[in-house]
């Protein structure tokens, strides 16, 4: 006899794992350490898809470094707490002139990538070609095309500031284009 909610169908290690797509949850990250773009979108199915939150954590740049970075793990934390993603996808900066700027991201991206980790979130980095491509089409978008399209994604009238948030969402949307979306966990709630 069957238990209440399980198919009698299938061997039971499927049975077991078979679960389906309600809501996903996909926290963007625009790393840095002045300005961190966070955006967090829920995925409920083809062209389902809705910006939950999207925002700046800034530190302050007269602190120490190990400080600014422990701040940044801590608002981190805060929002995977608070919205629970799946994954966190993160833009991954191939290229900076500034030494200082490419070790700072580096920095604030290493944060983020423990901190989603830890936390059992999956983890993907993705280059800002790559996600100009998958949200407008083209691997050479300016930030106001990206920016548009992300308004028209997700049927957003206004328009979205600061940028690090806008760029923060296109990076969900993008881990939601290449990787497409994972199975809620079995025994999963929201």
Known sequence: MAQPGRHEDGPPSL?????????VFV?????GLTRCGY???????????RAIS??????????????????????????IDEFSPQAVAIERVLFQVNVQTAMAVGHASGVVMAEAA???????QYSPNEIKLAVT????????????????QLKIEQELKPVDAADAIAVALCHTAIVGVPPVPSGATR
């Not at 089409?137 to 028209?152: F, P, T």
């Open 39 to 49: 955006g967090c979108i829920e995925w409920s199915g083809p062209n389902k898809v």
């Open 15 to 23: 049975r077991e794992s078979w679960t389906s797509v309600v809501q």
């Open 54 to 79: 999207a925002g700046v954590i800034k530190t302050d740049a007269g602190v120490e470094l190990p400080e600014r970075l422990a701040t940044l793990q801590r608002e981190i934390r805060s929002l």
């Open 118 to 124: 830890a936390s059992g979130c999956s983890v993907a």
């Open 27 to 31: 926290l963007g990250i625009d790393p």
């Open 137 to 152: 089409g083209y691997g050479a978008a300016d930030k106001q095309q990206v920016e548009r399209m992300v308004r028209a």
